[in-house]
Nanobody, 115 residues
């Protein structure tokens, strides 16, 4: 089992930046992949970015060039640096860890982009 705790969300103006953090605890040695998803009101949860244990990263087209996912294995933490934020980035952001036979989710952190 892996426990995930997100932090770093908040209110930011359009064009601003935020950095989300996701701290993992538990059976962290078994994590294959970690990623960030988001869910806006009335919409389905969607992939934002993920990073594999081998260092491969992938991004949704809507955030390419603006968001960066990174992992600090020493701190068991994955980050999402979000720049040039837009109102359409407003959502609850969730951290996800993929293990060999299961998936763990965090509880989410709210990001609101508004003037």
């Amino acid at each position: 089992q892996v426990q995930l705790v997100e932090s770093g969300g908040g209110l930011v103006q359009p064009g601003g930046s935020l950095r989300l953090s996701c701290a993992a605890s538990g059976s962290i040695f078994s994590i294959n992949e970690m990623g960030w998803y988001r869910q806006a009101p009335g919409k389905q949860r969607e992939l934002v970015a993920f990073a594999t244990s081998g260092g491969t990263t992938s991004y949704a087209n809507s955030v390419k060039g603006r968001f960066t996912i990174s992992r600090d294995n020493a701190k068991n933490t994955v980050y999402l640096q979000m720049n040039s934020l837009k109102p359409e980035d407003t959502a609850v952001y969730y951290c996800k860890a993929v293990l060999p036979r299961s998936v763990s989710w965090g509880r989410g952190t709210q990001v609101t982009v508004s003037s």
